[in-house]
Nanobody
Framework: QLQASGGGLVQAGGSLRLSCAAS????????AGWFHQAPGKEREFVAA????????YYARSVQGRFTISRDNAKNTVYLQMNSLKPEDTAVYYC????????????????WGQGTQVTVSS
């Protein structure tokens, strides 16, 4: 199971850190990532990280502003979001899969519930 948290309301230019806690599996065996879905839009890939954290991948729209990381001792993956923009407003979902490439391609085997991020202008 994946449990996302940390969403909220923030002003443009502000920061938020999302967390995704995993349970029931050997977390370091799985790649993890984040997606977001804005109202009326398709779900989109945001960031992915390999099982041991050696490799990370980002959507162009967030590169340089967002950082994905993980702490396998805590079975948790994080998404640090800086310089937030109103267009970042969406429900953010964490996900896990055997391979980070699958996540970066836009899908995953395991999903958590979403957490709402709202960026005001």
């Amino acid at each position: 199971q994946l449990q996302a948290s940390g969403g909220g309301l923030v002003q443009a230019g502000g920061s938020l850190r999302l967390s995704c806690a995993a349970s029931g599996r050997t977390f370091s065996s799985y790649a993890a990532g984040w997606f977001h879905q804005a109202p009326g839009k398709e779900r989109e890939f945001v960031a992915a990280i390999s099982g041991r954290g050696a490799n990370t991948y980002y959507a162009r729209s967030v590169q340089g502003r967002f950082t994905i990381s993980r702490d396998n001792a805590k079975n948790t993956v994080y998404l640090q979001m800086n310089s937030l923009k109103p267009e970042d407003t969406a429900v953010y979902y964490c996900a896990a899969d055997d391979w980070s490439g699958t996540i970066a391609s836009g899908t995953a085997d395991y999903w958590g519930q979403g957490t709402q991020v709202t960026v005001s202008s």
